[in-house]
């Protein structure tokens, strides 16, 4: 597996176009279109909110009723088709529908996402009137990929696109593509079908529906089910990957170096989207180690990457260790208050931050003053966190919480 | 059961003192004692997160070993004395022996607790030059125990301090009083030893040991534990309560008017705490009924009073009614979507926010910006959410979520 350059999302035998509906009224790319030119094998993960928008409904429905039949999928932003009831659902059908009719595909082919505002109605004469020219537009190559990356985006301030190839077991080369959405609202897995943003997978690899829906689950829960914003977890998440084996090959559920790629793309992915979380200047990754098992390392990384207190901290570049044992210690993972061990990594360096259950020798003096410095000019901070208990790991990431995400989500939004 | 003038906090027999030790280099009271004048039944609650402070440890450890022996609290504010491995250990076995020998009493029968910093030792020198000053002055009264209430504090703007009177079956008049501090690192229960804050309760009523633990942990549920600041779980958490018995009458375990007494005491600091949230400027008051069960009632307005986007909403004075139905999409409650109510309470006006799964007619339009009014100038906003499933309900409180917090909880600590 080699990194490919970014923008490389769109494998053999996929196409994409983004552009303005007007459901934004910045007139923002809001509409999104991926094809295959085959059908290709899909799976999806989808938020674990009791109120889940009518899309998230419609296209868990699809993948249960023809899992290896997907051709398109289209996306809208800035609204979410959310608590939208009945009318809501029939707004989402009937973009599917005429996205199948200009397509010239069956409407079970078709899946959906959206997200943006809860509660207003998809503006449904707009985005039909925009389909036609979603469907002239759609190409291969980098700039479309990336005008769908754009396209799906809400607050979020860069594009997150990611692709990575893989040689499997009998020499094929195999392409993964992916792209997200996400920036706030975002919160850790409440479940095994919780994902936690927008994000789209493609590859030309052959897979089975199974093999699929597998690898993207195992590959979530390490990558964007470990990435925190703001705890808060949306009525719209929806994580979809198509596998439309144009690469032809064998089929690579279990190469090493499939799982691989797609395992990198997603978490090139989470990452992306933990360091444009609302306001973000840092991001933050939290590496635990020493941990009885791989549930109890992710719930630790997870609860530092996710408290309040320590992003607030990082915000302010203020080495506070106290705010990570705490979030340590509330996490529910197992560990004796004397065993633990923080270091702050920067580059080589490794500064101690705690050992032996309490604050590095300095901390509250000069130490503390250099890593304020170190803390100010880092662009991503890393934390090294040892429990001292076994032999399991885990990373999560997050970032830190300024006045601007405050700003951004006090506004009022009519 | 009737309230008394804010301050009341010292039944019969009880008196306090507080003031500088020198902790806090700002000279503001940072040292704060209570005593009984006779042998007191005692109950406590403490954190749930796995990093406790040494006076955590101390005080659970003597309610174990004499429950009905307590004479006196100790409180430090500045330090948390977390982290801080053996030597905090005794550094606060150190401060509880010099009260005790200050006041002449057993060193077991006095508790203690603190709050502030992680990290950094307890100055004891200077708490030990100021125990006998702090002994010297223990009075009763209102101002006395406002000078205790003062003591506790460390972000927070004001003190928090309750009282209500009761009468007994057979006509006895007991008083309850309290005081608490918070206004940071405040989270919902996450067990059933779980409080959220700095609270001492005291009575003049006569209780057993098993009879106040009950009070106090079935009052805390309905509490303290329906507070929500900002998620983290602290590591000093303690409520404490103290019965000295010295009203006379029967044994008050089972009397309604004294556990309605309690509870008054109790809900008004909860309050108290959530309106003084960091940074906060509005109090959040979440009402749910039609939940299945008290549990799911619980959990359903907490997950309201904890998001950070119904708060940052709710600083912009937002009428962002998909945040809140997402807030309970998540909680983990069961309802139908479409079942879904919520209103704005507004004095005698109710001001519909979701119909029947919907948000309510006309406000994305005028009626949002007439409710954008509103929210500008409620100083409390009561939510009333119905989840239409059964008879249960439950209220939490929380606060909104400003520029001022991120501004305190970034500044550099040393």
Redesign the interface.
Known sequence: MSALPPGITLPKGFRAEGLSSGIKRSLRPDLALWTSDRPAVAAGLFT?????AAPVELSAERLRDAPDQARAVVVVSGV?N????PVGRQDSLDVMDATARALGIPPSYVLHAATG????RIPVAKVLDALPRAVAGLSTGYEAGHRAAQAILTTDTVTKEAGATAHLADGTRVRVGGMAKGS??I?PA?GPLHATTLAFLTTDARVSVPGLQQILQQGTDRTFNMVSI??????NDTLLALANGAAGGPLADDDPAFREAVGSVLEQLARAVARDGEGATKLLTVNVHGAQDIAEARRAARAVAS???VK??L????P????V??????SG???D??D?AVELVDGRKRWPL?Q????APG???GE??RL?TVLQRLEEVVLEIGLGQGPARATAWGCD???A???I??????
Chains 1, 2 share one sequence.
């Open positions: 674990t909110n009791r109120v889940k979410a959310a608590l939208t009831g505002i809860i509660g207003p706030g609202m919160a409440m703001d705890g808060d977890t949306s009525t408290s309040l207190l607030t901290a915000f302010g570049a203020d506070n260790v106290g705010r044992a705490a979030a340590l210690g509330y993972a197992y560990f208050s004397g633990l705690i032996g259950g309490v604050p901390l509250e003096n503390g003053k304020h919480l300024s006045y995400y405050v700003h989500n006090a506004q009022y939004h009519t």
